[in-house]
């Protein structure tokens, strides 16, 4: 072989060891999901479009997200947390709560609705947010897991990856200082709620592994 051969092939294998170690990274990182629909119908759907239309003045059941918003469910099971979602309407026959996705103590990531749907999970902004609900938290005590924090950084680098047009990551609590992102929409004088989850610790947490991906955070 001349030496320009010999160096060709040793490149050429040099950046095929690089392509495959970087898959194999690329593929080390991608969040593990499970589907586990809550019920969905026409019913969904009409609860969905009223809710919007009352709220938003828009008329949809589909979102373009455009920030994250993350939750503690204030339960201790990931079960009594599905359950809690899974009906379509809430005792006064408006659309029940529910996010796109749950997340186990074990870090184990659950899919609760298409991720584009409109879920009712944070006041003003649910019209572009697409919800992550952790299960603890109970009694306000800012017990996430590890597993979780690893879990949400991997969901939203899914999701910044998949939707270009998510640019803002917010815990519930920050919901105030989030209108500063010019999201915020809300038609019905006075409808809040106060909210502490999913606590400063977790959100100052998830803002340092996700400082590389230009997200826009808020002060914990
Ligand atoms: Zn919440």
């Known amino acids: 072989m001349t030496s320009l051969v010999r160096n060709v092939l040793r490149n050429s294998i040099f950046i095929h060891f690089i392509l495959l170690h970087l898959a194999a990274v690329a593929l080390a990182a991608a969040p ?5 629909p809550i019920l969905w119908s026409e019913h969904r759907e009409q609860l969905i479009r009223e ?4 709220h938003y ?8 997200p455009q920030a994250v918003v993350v939750h503690w469910t204030a339960s201790s099971t990931w079960e009594s947390a599905y359950n809690y979602f899974y009906a379509e309407a809430r005792g006064d026959g408006t659309l029940n709560v529910a996010s796109h996705f749950l997340v186990g103590r074990d870090g184990q990531i659950y899919r ?5 749907t409109l879920n009712r ?12 609900e952790n299960v ?3 009694g306000g005590a800012e017990d996430l897991t590890s597993a979780q924090l690893e879990a949400n950084e991997l969901l939203i680098r899914y999701l910044q990856e998949k939707y270009p047009s998510i640019c803002y990551v917010f815990g519930h609590y920050q919901q105030d200082a ?14 809040r709620s106060e909210k502490i989850d999913p606590g400063p610790a977790f959100m100052g947490a998830l803002r340092s592994r996700l400082a590389d991906t230009g997200l826009r955070f808020y002060e914990e």
């Open 178 to 191: 989030a209108r500063e992102s010019g999201l915020y929409v809300e038609n019905v004088a006075g409808y």
């Open 57 to 64: 003045s828009m008329d949809k059941i589909f979102i373009t």
């Open 121 to 132: 999970h944070i006041i003003g902004y649910n019209w572009c947010a697409i919800g992550i």
């Open 32 to 36: 593990q999901i499970t589907d586990m």
């Open 51 to 54: 809710y919007a239309l009352t």
């Open 112 to 116: 609760l609705t298409p991720e584009n």
């Open 136 to 138: 603890g938290g109970v």
